[in-house]
């Protein structure tokens, strides 16, 4: 059996490692009521959890538990959104890179591996002088 408070509190106090972030929260809220005064903001939500069989008779059931990591920037006064917003995705590659002994982000020996795995969302100019990215991170318990 798995606890997965523990899980999704190692993943967030990580991402929250990637920049200095004005507003961190597990509570999403939407871009526009984050102020740019609030900026840079990360958040994290839950995303649907799957449940994988097992492999072989007796083993635990393994679940994949993906979040959503939210970033609002504010890009006032650059000249484009990714001078804003590359060195935090650079932060985040570094951080849930894998472990240079182990091969594998695994939150301090929670889980067999976390990691960002999909497509990363971003607005690209077309919200102004506001930007966010969303990035997926894919974890699997042990």
Known sequence: MIERE????ATFDLACQA????TMSRKLQHWS????NQRPALFMAQSNSV?????ALGQPTRWMLPVKLYIYLST???????????????ALDA??????AKGIQTLGGLVQWARIEG???T???TLGDDEVIIVPVNILTL
């Open 119 to 121: 497509t990363i969302e």
């Open 76 to 90: 006032k006064g650059a000249d484009s959104p990714g001078e804003v917003a590359n060195p935090i995705m650079d």
């Open 123 to 125: 607005a690209e100019g």
């Open 6 to 9: 523990p899980i999704y509190a």
């Open 33 to 36: 009521d984050v102020p740019a």
């Open 19 to 22: 920049g200095t972030f004005l």
């Open 51 to 55: 449940a994988l069989a097992p492999t």
């Open 95 to 100: 951080i849930f890179a894998p472990h240079p």
